[in-house]
């Protein structure tokens, strides 16, 4: 078993601090679902994970397995078994789809970029038609005339072929339709009996049709507040993320 940790985690981006000390835990085959409000601070711990050099670490720490990785670069923290889906996806129509996920596999396998492996693209294109993907999208530049829902499915795609350690994946239903969602949520529930531990926000309730998550947390103004199950979502879902912090409030005496 696999373990990736955040503790006491602080984050700033340009100066201002983002997160305030968050603290979660994955391990290898769970499903954990990240909820808050816009502007909470999910897609900042989730760029802080990967290694993005633009949000900085003021204090804290990101352990994979006990191991501190926080000045890992990105490549490295990858090549380890971390796999991050991002928000909003960046376009590089210069490079082939195809190529973009040979390369993935190569550094996986400590290989040259372009060594050639033309099992991954027959197992891609296997994946691509179980997610809804179009064969051509291969041909084309990675995000070049994706759409919002395109876009969604190729990251799936990257992480089932990669079967990363942890797979985390912000929003991966957004922008989708409910077969989208199906497919998408069919996607998560793979990985995590494959072995992979799954670490996935999401805004909506919708996506538990289709997933079955271990633990839930949500967070708020850069921290986590609040640590449950899935009645949490269907919860936040019927009345919204403050009327349900006050309930919370009522019942515990507690500040969030």
Request: cysteine-free; glycine content about 10%.
């Amino acid at each position: 078993m696999h373990r990736l940790q955040v503790e006491n985690l602080r984050v700033a981006v340009s100066g201002k601090e983002i997160l305030r000390g968050v603290t979660l835990s994955i391990s290898t085959g769970e499903v954990v679902v990240l909820m808050g409000p816009n502007g909470s601070g999910k897609s900042t711990l989730f760029q802080a994970i990967a290694g993005n050099p633009k949000y900085e670490i003021i204090d804290g720490d990101i352990l994979l397995d006990g191991e501190s990785i926080k000045d890992l670069p990105p490549e490295e923290r990858f090549a380890r078994g971390i796999y991050v889906g991002f928000q909003s996806p960046i376009a590089v129509p210069e490079v082939r789809f195809a190529f973009l996920l040979q390369a993935m596999m190569n550094i996986r396998a400590g290989k040259k970029l372009t060594d050639p492996n033309p099992q991954v693209l027959a197992q891609a294109q296997k994946i691509a038609a179980e997610l809804g993907l179009r064969p051509d999208v291969f041909n084309r530049g990675v995000g070049a005339g994706f759409s919002g829902g395109e876009f969604k499915r190729a990251e799936v795609l990257q992480a089932l072929l990669l079967n990363p350690k942890f797979a985390i994946l912000d929003e991966p239903d957004s922008g989708l339709d409910i077969d989208g969602i199906s497919a998408v949520g069919k996607a998560v529930m793979r990985l995590a009996s494959s072995g992979s531990g799954i670490l996935i926000s999401t805004h909506y309730a919708r996506v538990l049709k289709f997933i079955k998550p271990t633990k839930v947390y949500v967070m708020a103004e850069g921290r986590v507040v609040l640590e449950g199950d899935e009645n949490v979502i269907k919860r936040i879902e019927e009345v919204g993320y403050q009327s349900y912090f006050n309930e919370i409030k009522q019942a515990f005496g507690a500040s969030l």
